[in-house]
């Protein structure tokens, strides 16, 4: 089983839509959870840290769920300018700030 | 004004050579990576230098030796490249190990081993 699991999309949208990536990892020590964005053939950058109670940055929201080892992310009112992948990241316990990275969720956002 | 950078941006070379990556950091920051991602885009890290130091190996081949002469560089060199070598490394730096820092990449280095 993979450390961190997404779906690996392509979610295909319109303009406007409200979208949702959810993902799942694997070891119940991870301590920080975060969602990185990369765009075609360029590096990844981080969008937003996820928060236990949840947290929100404009259009986007992120929630996690220790319990069921879950995270997720919500894009409203899609742009054109969000299609790219979205890796879920965890951190897990131990030495260093050693990131862990899902497959990555492939959104496309169309006119 | 980049943040992190790292050289070549592509990189194509014949199995069993030997190559370097270079990167360097502008942000100050004490902790840096390198990272692979293959064919099938899954980001993996190789290893972590804090403040010169090595951290984290995370179980890669000897053939690959990082080299740190100061906080702000991290190099990684490769010996007799292997076709399974080729994939896109990127370098990344943090402020320090802390598990809440942000992790900054370099634009990536795309190697092909033919």
């Known amino acids: 089983r993979k450390e961190v699991e997404q779906d690996p999309g392509p979610f295909n949208v319109p303009e406007g839509a409200t979208v949702a990536f959810n993902c799942t990892y694997s070891?119940?020590?991870?301590?920080?959870f975060f969602w990185y964005r990369q765009d075609c053939r360029k590096e990844p950058k981080l969008l937003m840290s996820v928060y236990s109670s949840g947290n929100e940055d404009g259009r986007f929201t992120a929630q996690l769920n220790r319990a069921s080892q879950y995270i997720s992310l919500l894009i409203r009112d899609s742009k054109l300018s969000d299609s790219a992948t979205y890796l879920c990241?965890?951190?897990?316990?131990?030495?260093?700030?050693?990131?862990?990275f899902g497959g990555g969720t492939r959104l496309m956002v169309k006119p | 004004d980049t943040a992190v950078s790292q050289t070549p941006k592509y990189l194509v070379t014949q199995m069993g050579n030997d190559k370097s990556i270079k990167c360097e950091q502008n942000l100050g920051h004490d902790t840096m990576y390198w990272y692979k991602q293959d064919s099938k885009k899954f980001l993996k890290i190789m290893f972590s230098y804090n403040n010169k130091e090595l951290i984290i190996n995370e179980t890669v081949p000897n053939r690959f030796s990082p080299k740190s002469p100061d906080k702000a560089h991290l190099n990684l060199h490769i010996n007799s490249l292997e076709l399974g070598d080729s994939a896109v490394y990127f370098c990344a730096s943090s402020q320090d190990t802390s598990r809440t820092n942000e992790q900054f990449f370099g634009p990536g280095t795309r190697l092909t081993v033919l």
């Open positions: 070891n119940s020590a991870s301590q920080s």
């Open positions: 990241v965890v951190n897990m316990e131990g030495a260093g700030n050693m990131l862990t």
